[in-house]
T-cell receptor, first 114, second 113 residues
Framework: EADIYQTPRYLVIGTGKKITLECSQTMGHDKMYWYQQDPGMELHLIHYSYGVNSTEKGDLSSESTVSRIRTEHFPLTLESARPSHTSQYLC?????????????FGPGTRLLVL | SQQGEEDPQALSIQEGENATMNCSYKTSINNLQWYRQNSGRGLVHLILIRSNEREKHSGRLRVTLDTSKKSSSLLITASRAADTASYFCATDSMDTGRRALTFGSGTRLQVQP
């Protein structure tokens, strides 16, 4: 099991609410990622970070924002949740390197916006 | 379309049979990785094969890589019901503008007991 944690595991929330999905890792990894995945479908990279104070948008346009104030913590925030945000959100991390090495995934957060 | 595309999209076999999944990609790569995902969970890394390698084994897993055809295959031998999951390939592109792995759409494997 990887030492990467996500909370909450499940979240049901009403439209317009602000939410923060937490992701923490204890492996000292510099690189961290957020993916969005609909059930049974492919993963879409929405944000990534290569270290403290570094954040970049991924391939899929997302209304969410991220921050990286500490190496071990990479929270994702939705200022105003909408039903279209309903999905599974996966956080991952990997050690620093020129090439992309193994990514370690958290268990995911399943978000349902009513 | 996606850098990595798996084939077939879904596969159903009996316990004890072998399962083969294929992955095709478009750009030159540094490495290709295979991951497994149980329903509703995160992904778990299975195996990484570098661009200068042609075959790699790990337990009941065998991965091949053909960079000339830009394709890879994952073979699971003597499958078990516990192998039921989705399997994704992921590529590390040599495209310097690409700073993350690109995941394929996955193959859903069902192993019948």
């Amino acid at each position: 099991e990887a030492d990467i944690y996500q909370t909450p595991r499940y979240l049901v929330i009403g439209t317009g609410k602000k939410i923060t999905l937490e992701c923490s890792q204890t492996m000292g990894h510099d690189k961290m990622y957020w993916y969005q995945q609909d059930p049974g479908m492919e993963l879409h990279l929405i944000h990534y970070s290569y270290g403290v104070n570094s954040t970049e948008k991924g391939d899929l346009s997302s209304e969410s924002t991220v921050s990286r104030i500490r190496t071990e913590h990479f929270p994702l925030t939705l200022e105003s949740a909408r039903p279209s945000h309903t999905s599974q959100y996966l956080c991952a991390s990997s050690p620093w390197g020129q090439v992309q090495e193994t990514q370690y995934f958290g268990p995911g957060t399943r978000l349902l916006v009513l | 379309s996606q850098q990595g595309e798996e084939d077939p999209q879904a596969l159903s076999i009996q316990e004890g049979e072998n399962a083969t999944m294929n992955c095709s990609y478009k750009t030159s790569i540094n490495n290709l990785q295979w991951y497994r995902q149980n329903s509703g969970r995160g992904l778990v890394h299975l195996i990484l094969i570098r661009s200068n390698e042609r075959e790699k084994h790990s337990g009941r897993l065998r991965v091949t890589l053909d960079t000339s055809k830009k394709s890879s295959s994952l073979l699971i031998t003597a499958s078990r019901a516990a192998d039921t999951a989705s399997y994704f390939c992921a590529t590390d592109s040599m495209d310097t503008g690409r700073r993350a792995l690109t995941f394929g759409s996955g193959t859903r494997l069902q192993v019948q007991p």
